[in-house]
């Protein structure tokens, strides 16, 4: 009964904010145990996270804004992070989606995203796309830009749109 409600209150359009932001937190945050790298130990994190009415950022002022074509990531390892944060009932239901999301270049060249939207054209159902939109977050904030544009500019403190495919096996 209270699972119920709890759905509820997340689905109405005026729904609570501080629950819809405490249910979202609780989405994007997954503990995966398995095998450990050769090379390291297995190691298992637990961590609270406290979701208060003020955790929402303020909105950024306005920065010039790169096309997606003039930036480069340095990481390299982009695919095997997209395949890891693919969320996994979307997986099971063989939901595919493209997010596109504003980002802005912090001074370490990490990303700091904000108003990521699911295409229309996306074959997710809401839920789905909401999870799509989390795991965009999730995957920009562990990449980082190479810290010149393509045309030799600094990148940092400027905004980037980027888009991301979420796809997995062959069409």
């Given at each position: 009964m209270?699972a119920q409600?709890?759905e509820?209150?997340?689905e109405e359009?005026?729904g609570?904010s ?7 937190r ?7 145990i ?7 130990d297995?190691k298992l994190?637990?961590?609270?996270q406290?979701?208060?009415a003020t955790?929402?950022?303020?909105p950024?002022?306005?920065a010039?804004?790169?096309p997606e074509r003039?930036?480069?990531?340095e990481d390299t ?6 395949s ?7 997986l099971r239901?063989d939901?595919?989606?493209t997010v ?6 912090l001074?370490d060249r990490?990303l700091?995203?904000r108003d ?5 054209l996306s074959r997710a159902p ?8 989390l ?18 500019r ?5 905004d980037?749109r980027l888009?991301?495919s979420w ?5």
């Amino acid at each position: 009964m209270a699972a119920q409600a709890f759905e509820t209150a997340l689905e109405e359009p005026g729904g609570d904010s501080a629950i819809r932001a405490g249910y979202e937190r609780v989405e994007a945050l997954r503990v995966r145990i398995g095998p450990a790298p050769q090379d390291r130990d297995r190691k298992l994190m637990l961590f609270t996270q406290v979701v208060a009415a003020t955790d929402g950022l303020p909105p950024f002022a306005p920065a010039e804004t790169l096309p997606e074509r003039d930036v480069a990531f340095e990481d390299t390892e982009a695919g095997f992070t997209t395949s890891r944060l693919y969320p996994e009932t979307a997986l099971r239901n063989d939901d595919r989606a493209t997010v596109s999301a504003t980002c802005r270049v912090l001074a370490d060249r990490s990303l700091l995203c904000r108003d990521a939207e699911v295409s229309p054209l996306s074959r997710a159902p809401p839920r789905a796309a909401r999870l799509f939109v989390l795991a965009t977050y999730q995957l920009t904030s562990v990449r980082k830009i190479a810290p010149l544009s393509r045309d030799g500019r600094p990148v940092a403190g400027r905004d980037v749109r980027l888009t991301i495919s979420w796809r997995l096996g062959d069409d």
